[in-house]
Every structure is written in structure tokens, then in C-alpha cells.
């Protein structure tokens, strides 16, 4: 059994960062998919950035060119660089991961920007 645990959340000014970690037990392989969606209130759960065990990554639109996710593969462990943050992101953010499908999932961290 796959058990995820974020870290990094917090309260930060609109403009400024925030790295969020995701560290994944209980494998000892790599796990192909790994990934952060989060949720605002009242609204869907949103793809934020996706990264594979090859390091391919993908990202929603509307983090694109503030986001960037990343993984140390050894230690099934993935980061998400949040830059130029705006009161918009605010929500909480949730790791996931697995290996043909995205099958666990984290706590949730609550990311708070403030304008």
C-alpha cells in the first residue's frame, strides 16, 4: 500500500513562492505517475502538474510558466516550485500517484495567498 505525504503548504503574499513536497512510502520501485491536482472551495478538482518516473511532466494552463514539478525518482518524491503565486491558487493542493492510474492520494495541503 502506496501512503503520500505532503508538506510545504502555508500562507504567502500574492507574487511571492511556495514548494510544496510529496513523498511517496511504501514502494520500492519507481511509481510511474505522480502528480498534484488541488481543489478551491466550491469549485472542481484541477489538474495543477503530472511528472512520470521518465520525467515527462505536464501542466493545467493555468500554472504554466509559474509551476514546475519535479522528482527525485530514487526516493519516489516529487516538488512543486510554486512561483509568482496569485490569490487564484489558493486551495488545497493534493499529491497522487500510481502506476497505470492515479490510485492514491495525500492528505491535501491548504496553500493560502493572500492579495
Known amino acids: 500500500q502506496v501512503h503520500l505525504a505532503e508538506s510545504g503548504g502555508g500562507l504567502v503574499q500574492a507574487g511571492g513562492s511556495l514548494n510544496l513536497t510529496c513523498a511517496a512510502s511504501?514502494?520500492?520501485?519507481?511509481?510511474?505517475?505522480m502528480g498534484w491536482l488541488r481543489q478551491a472551495p466550491g469549485k472542481q478538482r484541477e489538474l495543477v502538474a503530472t511528472i512520470t518516473s521518465g520525467g515527462v511532466t505536464s501542466y493545467g494552463d493555468s500554472v504554466k510558466g509559474r509551476f514546475t514539478i519535479s522528482r527525485d525518482g530514487a526516493k519516489n518524491t516529487i516538488f512543486l516550485q510554486m512561483n509568482r503565486l496569485i490569490p487564484e491558487d489558493t486551495a488545497v493542493y493534493y499529491c497522487?500517484?500510481?502506476?497505470?492510474?492515479?490510485?492514491?492520494w495525500g492528505q491535501g495541503t491548504q496553500v493560502t495567498v493572500s492579495s
Open positions: 497522487n500517484a500510481g502506476w497505470m492510474t492515479y490510485d492514491y
Open positions: 511504501g514502494s520500492r520501485h519507481a511509481i510511474n505517475l
